[in-house]
């Protein structure tokens, strides 16, 4: 008996190691220390069954969860007491269903309220400014004041369990939808439906640590882009940029499912400021790209139109036709950079960067757009880590990320893909 229970728990936690484990029966005299021992196992019955004896036992690994056994009288006939074994009551926590978050809530007309307060800006103020940074911090205060008077921040409930993606909108669509599928109308079911499934598959970016909404953009975008182009020309002119560019909230996004190591299962994303994003791409697609044609032909990682099935297809193609009839054999290993982002040197990238064909107006943006960053970890809908310095590395999220990133590989002279390098010879 005690082979077969012995195999059995053994199965049990091979297969599920934090598996709970209630063994319990009338045991007799049976020596249990070895399965009590090995499996961690506590005999929680400290009642005589029987007399003076404890006959019938209850071992488990969940004793800290269950009350001490309690004696009952025996049933019918038999002349073993009875016991009861009853799980602790769980705390009740005093946690509310609700959190109070702070919001924009706005609508058609709050926007179209807001376009008008764009229109009626006089955006020549900011040409009387000096520097990048000043004229950023009047664009940014004009489109505060705008949203802080037309689209002021509410205190609004939501469920603690809600989703980050879950808006007041998403939720008002769904219980719309539901009201006309209860009341059997077809119609509007199938109107809120489709607006529902346009609204949540509807592409959407957050915005960074600026507080400019991308839609004040996006709507405003005839409005915006003169201020925009007066300040981009001084910025590149001068190899400087506004301080909150060089600032970035943190995402954490799983690679897995099930998250079991923060450094390994987790890569940090940066939602950097949507006015840096659109200089950078200025920046990689005038200057950066177009030299960048020296890159190795082997260089598959971070090149739009390629991916590493472009990698593993090319390796193969080679391998094969080096075999093919050859009698060689091939010799290959591979390498995983951790952190690959994250650990580069700005020197040894400015180093490698002078190689290259770059205006030198933009390898002065360059360098001050590698220098004094800062970044924070987003942990919830308002909540937010300290400010840290960022020494090394190239933001993943940037514009100017990646391909800076390509240089620093690009001298390695093998197949390289998002910081996986494959290296091999022909023997």
């Known amino acids: 008996m005690l082979t077969n229970l012995h195999d059995s728990l053994l199965k049990i936690v091979s297969s599920a190691p934090n598996a709970g484990i209630i063994l319990a029966g009338d045991f007799n005299r049976a020596d249990v220390s070895s399965l009590t021992n090995q499996f961690h196992l506590s005999q929680v019955v400290k009642i005589p069954i029987r007399g003076n004896r404890i006959l019938d036992k209850i071992m488990t690994n969940l004793s800290d969860y269950y009350n001490a056994p309690a004696d009952l009288p025996p049933f019918g006939l038999s002349d073993h007491c009875t016991f009861g074994l009853r799980p602790k009551a769980r705390l009740k926590t005093n946690v509310p269903s609700k959190r109070v978050i702070g919001t924009r809530v706005s609508n058609s007309e709050s926007k179209m309220a807001f376009g008008r307060y764009i229109t009626g800006l006089d955006w020549s103020l900011i040409d009387t400014m000096d520097s990048v940074q000043d004229k950023y911090s009047v664009l940014s205060e004009l489109i505060q004041i705008g949203l802080d008077s037309i689209l002021p921040t509410k205190r609004v409930k939501i469920h603690q369990n809600d989703a980050p993606w879950i808006s007041l909108r998403l939720k008002s669509l769904i219980s719309r939808r539901q009201t006309a599928y209860h009341s059997r109308n077809k119609r509007l079911f199938n109107y809120y439906r489709n607006m529902l499934n346009s609204v949540m598959w509807a592409p959407s970016i957050a915005g960074g640590p600026d507080d400019i909404p991308n839609w004040v953009l996006r ?9 925009e182009f007066v300040r981009l020309n001084p910025s590149f002119i001068t190899g400087s940029m506004p301080e909150i560019w060089k600032y970035a909230n ?4 799983a690679k897995v499912n099930n998250i079991e190591d923060i450094e390994k299962d987790l890569t940090p994303i940066s939602l950097t400021p949507t006015l840096s994003k659109i200089a950078e791409h200025f920046a990689v697609q005038e200057h950066v790209k177009p030299v960048l044609k020296k890159l190795c032909p082997d260089q ?9 099935t472009h990698a593993l297809i090319g390796m193969f193609h080679n391998w094969t036709r080096a075999l093919d009839g050859t009698g060689n054999c091939v010799r290959a290993f591979t390498l995983d950079y951790k952190k690959a982002f994250d650990l580069i040197g700005h020197s040894l990238l400015m180093a490698k960067l002078l190689q290259y064909d770059i205006n030198p107006y933009i390898m002065n943006w ?19 880590s300290e400010w840290r310095s960022v ?15 390509l240089v620093l590989l690009n001298d390695l002279s093998a197949d390289t893909s998002n910081g996986d390098t494959t290296v091999y010879e022909i023997v």
């Open 366 to 384: 360059i360098a001050s757009f590698l220098s004094k960053r800062q970044q924070r970890v987003k942990l919830g809908h308002d909540c937010f």
């Open 219 to 227: 709507e405003s975008a005839l409005e915006v882009v003169q201020p």
């Open 250 to 253: 943190v995402t954490p996004l």
């Open 391 to 405: 020494r090394a590395g190239v933001s993943q999220g940037t514009k100017l990320g990646p391909w800076l990133f």
């Open 300 to 308: 598959f990682g971070c090149i739009p139109g390629s991916s590493t």
